[in-house]
């Protein structure tokens, strides 16, 4: 079974400075046909968990260009530029490569 | 816009059944694997089971197998969740959503799940 670890596990950030999550999994996270599934999520308090990126860089509609993801293989990374206070959250990777598994990070909360 | 409206939840007692639901609107429905993602209060986001959009596939996490069954109507554009023999442990936030190129794309507003004598 794949393991996804991320870290901090909590994350104190400042207004206006950056921030970055790592995501660690423990199998490679590139499919045989080249792409990688590793996508990150926000759960804002109270919120259902909301998708920011997918196969590691894509960001979904609406999503700030402060939130950026880098990485490959088994080692990610997702950064936010400069944090807003509407970035407070839990943040999730989620690997979808290894079906018939989905896997989760455990998280790492972010506050100011 | 997207929507998917989870609904069955509530207090049920330890070995009890609970079936939930979910109604899903404003995008292709049949075409789309679903999913059900628990969380448990606290806790992370733990995968359930997943349904291809014909019903040929289906997958269940180990926590589950044997106890729970995953189904969907596509005339009612709907998705189930049988949970049958339920533990203190299955207590939870239960999530609904689609899977499109192995990402989760769209997450329901969420169902809770309580398992108290």
């Known amino acids: 079974d794949v393991v996804m670890t991320q870290s901090p596990l909590s994350l104190p950030v400042t207004l206006g400075q950056p921030a970055s999550i790592s995501c660690t999994s423990s199998q490679s996270l590139q499919h045989s046909n080249g792409i990688t599934y590793l996508s990150w999520f926000l759960q804002r308090p109270g919120q259902s968990p909301r998708r920011l990126l997918y196969?590691?860089?894509n960001r979904d509609s609406g999503v700030p260009d402060r939130f950026s993801g880098s990485g490959s293989g088994t080692d990610f990374t997702l950064q936010i530029s400069r944090v807003e206070a509407e970035d407070v959250g839990i943040y999730y990777c989620?690997?979808?490569?290894?079906?018939?598994?989905?896997?989760f990070g455990g998280g790492t909360k972010v506050e100011i | 816009q997207v929507q998917l409206v989870e609904s069955g939840g509530g207090l049920v007692k330890p070995g009890g059944s609970l079936r939930l639901s979910c109604a899903a609107s404003g995008f292709t429905f049949s075409d789309d694997f679903m999913t059900w993602i628990r969380q448990a209060p606290g806790k992370g986001l733990e995968w359930l089971s997943y349904?291809?959009?014909?019903?040929?596939?289906?997958y269940y996490a180990d926590s589950v197998k044997g106890r729970f069954t995953i189904s969907r109507d596509n005339t009612k554009k709907s998705l189930y969740l049988q949970m049958n023999n339920l533990r203190a442990e299955d207590a939870a936030i239960y999530y609904c959503t689609n899977v499109a190129d192995s990402s989760i794309e769209y997450w329901g507003q969420g169902t809770l799940v309580t398992v108290s004598s």
């Open positions: 196969k590691v860089s």
């Open positions: 349904i291809s959009g014909d019903s040929s596939i289906i």
């Open positions: 989620m690997q979808g490569t290894h079906w018939p598994q989905l896997t």
